[in-house]
C-alpha cells in the first residue's frame, strides 16, 4: 500500500476513535455522577447525549482541519473562465 493509503487510514480510525471514545467517556462520566450523586438513569444519559454531541463536534472539526490542510497542499485552483456567456 502507497504512505498516502496508509495516511488516509489512520486519520479514518482516528475519526472512529475519536466518535467512539467521546461516547463512551460521556456515558462514563454519567455513571459516575450516577453513582455518587444518586440520579440514576439521568447522568448515563445526559454523559451519552453529551459525550456523543462532543465527539461529532471534535470530529467534524478535525476533518475540516484535515479537508483544509490537504487544500492547501494542491495549492491554487484554477479560477473559471469568463468566455462563455449564459445569456
Known amino acids: 500500500m502507497s504512505p498516502e493509503t496508509h495516511a488516509a487510514m489512520a486519520q479514518g480510525y482516528r475519526f472512529v476513535g475519536e466518535v467512539v471514545g467521546g461516547v463512551l467517556g460521556g456515558v462514563g462520566l454519567g455513571w459516575l455522577l450516577d453513582r455518587f450523586a444518586h440520579t ?45 456567456d449564459e445569456d
Open 40 to 84: 440514576a438513569p439521568w447522568g448515563v444519559v445526559g454523559g451519552l447525549l453529551i459525550g456523543t454531541g462532543f465527539s461529532i463536534f471534535t470530529a467534524v472539526t478535525t476533518a475540516a482541519r484535515a479537508s483544509k490542510k490537504e487544500l492547501d497542499a494542491l495549492g491554487p485552483l484554477p479560477s473559471a473562465s469568463d468566455d462563455e
